[in-house]
């Protein structure tokens, strides 16, 4: 059986690299270009690519339990998972904000709050920089419940 360590490293690798597909290469274009939007259609447009988002990640997780033999319970998974999925909700309604002159999402706000203004609205990549790295962090939080 693997140690609390080795789980939690492998689960984090896991949750990287999938995260990577599937905020990418496993999204609708339609949600990406709407998950931002304000109202009932950015919230559904949000909610299909988290859920989509953490189907690909449950599949390679429990995949990974069985293929590596992590010992992974399925309470400490959801539980996981579901920090993965409002987090990356929560980050994702900002899709579209980075450079709103007036911050109207939480992590537009967070990130202006932390003086990144001035490289949100210079460069083109910190919003996507910023949302992604917000991502990655909580799944390593996550990756260490799931582990547990």
């Not at 995949?63 to 996981?80: E, M, S, T, V, Y």
Request: hydrophobic share 45%; with cysteine; charged share 20%.
């Amino acid at each position: 059986m693997a140690s609390r360590a080795a789980r939690t490293a492998a689960v984090a690798v896991i949750a990287d690299h999938v995260h990577t597909w599937a905020d990418y290469w496993g999204q609708r274009d339609t949600d990406a270009q709407a998950k931002g939007l304000p109202g009932a259609e950015g919230r559904a447009a949000c909610a299909r690519h988290v859920a989509n988002h953490t189907a690909h990640l449950g599949i390679a997780l429990v995949a990974a339990n069985r293929l590596l033999d992590l010992d992974i319970k399925p309470r400490r998974l959801a539980g996981g998972l579901a920090i993965a999925a409002a987090t990356h909700y929560l980050a994702d309604r900002s899709g579209g904000h980075w450079k709103d002159a007036e911050p109207t999402t939480f992590l537009v706000r967070a990130a202006h709050r932390l003086g990144k203004q001035g490289w949100i609205q210079t460069d083109p990549t910190a919003g996507p920089h910023l949302d992604q790295a917000w991502h990655r962090a909580w799944h390593l939080i996550a990756a260490a419940i799931i582990a547990r």
